[in-house]
């Protein structure tokens, strides 16, 4: 059975460049989730889809951050003038329905390097 | 203050034998869920194991337990006849009942096994 899948897996972006990242959730999965991991953390939550709907955006770092998920499937993170401070890996996440005791799965990631 | 705690950065085990991975938590909300995630130099975050605030019993799953300890607000993992392919970091997450359900994650515990 399929994950949920992230592409691209690895991305170099020059600095003020805009970068767009893509992330397939689990077939059927109403909810799904951005988090930003930075080198030696736990990650961090960034905004929250059910279905369409974005209901969360509060970890959103900046302006330059914005998450979109037109038909409640894939979705699609987009950073604007990327920074430094931006190079982290971006995971995604999706879980069947909303609920505390759901129980979410991660795509592998995307490291995202700005020079 | 911290939601979620891991006091462990590094941890080492002999190969077969049983380790404890330390975690916990912080919430005055009633409903809640635990999570531990293993994350491999892949990058990729694995689920292992979920224990409910109302479970009365302590999850397993295979050679993973979780030792909840409601009043103390502890949540540690246990891995038992550990294996070389179990080095990895391992990462607490809470959700709590209300909002949006998102992770919270603490800063992991980096786990060698040793042939």
């Known amino acids: 059975g399929a994950g949920v899948s992230q592409s691209p897996r690895y991305k170099v972006a020059k600095r003020g460049q805009d970068v767009a990242l893509r992330c397939d959730p689990i077939?059927?999965?109403?909810?799904l989730f951005w988090y930003q991991q930075a080198l030696g953390q736990g990650p961090e939550f960034l905004t929250y889809f059910q279905n369409e709907a974005q209901l969360d955006k509060s970890g959103l770092p900046s302006d330059r951050f914005f998450a979109e998920r037109p038909e409640g499937s894939v979705s699609t993170l987009k950073i604007q003038r990327t920074q430094q401070e931006d190079s982290a890996v971006y995971l995604c996440?999706?879980?069947?329905?909303?609920?505390?005791?759901?129980?979410?799965?991660f795509g592998p990631g995307t490291r995202l390097t700005v020079t | 203050a911290q939601k979620i705690t891991q006091t462990q950065p590094g941890m080492f085990v002999q190969e077969k034998e049983a380790v404890t991975l330390d975690c916990t938590y912080d919430t005055s909300d009633p409903s809640y869920g635990l999570f531990w995630y293993k994350q491999p130099s892949s990058g990729e975050m694995i689920f292992l194991i979920y224990?409910?605030?109302?479970?009365?019993q302590n999850a397993t799953e295979g050679r993973y337990s979780l030792n909840f300890q409601k009043a103390r607000k502890s949540a540690n993992l246990v891995i038992s006849a550990s294996q070389l392919g179990d080095s990895a970091m391992y990462f607490c997450a809470m959700r709590e009942g209300g909002g949006t359900y998102k992770y919270i994650f603490g800063t992991g515990t980096r786990l060698k096994v040793l042939a």
């Open positions: 996440a999706s879980s069947l329905a909303k609920g505390v005791f759901r129980v979410e799965y």
């Open positions: 077939s059927g999965h109403v909810s």
């Open positions: 224990q409910g605030s109302y479970d009365q």
